[in-house]
């Protein structure tokens, strides 16, 4: 295991692993913000706390990424992939969530 991270390229760490932690720290101000603008009340119970504890997963998940990525820690790998399965998650589910929500939006205020 030891010797696929030995042979990232020292620019590919040098680049990438700041980049990692830089995109999830970036997302702690969005937290902040989903948690304070979320309705409290919808269908699904804890529904906010949901979303905010995934986007929390997935700063986390990009943080220690980066850091194992810039230290060569040899699981690196599990996190790359904890991170990479949580983006597509992002990426199929989220969109969807939101236009559910948008339409239950304008049928409350309808």
Not at 29 to 39: D, F, I, N, Y
Not at 68 to 94: E, F, M, Q, S, W
Request: hydrophobic fraction near 50%.
């Amino acid at each position: 295991m030891r010797s696929s991270i030995a042979r990232l390229g020292g620019a590919v760490r040098v680049r990438t692993g700041p980049m990692l932690i830089i995109s999830g720290l970036v997302l702690l101000p969005w937290l902040v913000w989903l948690v304070v603008t979320l309705p409290r009340h919808y269908s699904a119970h804890h529904y906010w706390l949901s979303w905010a504890g995934f986007d929390v997963a997935l700063a986390l998940s990009l943080i220690v990424t980066g850091r194992h990525l810039i230290t060569g820690d040899p699981r690196l790998v599990r996190t790359a992939g904890i991170a990479a399965t949580l983006l597509v998650v992002v990426g199929l589910y989220k969109p969807e969530m939101k236009v559910e929500i948008e339409v239950t939006a304008k049928r409350r205020t309808a």
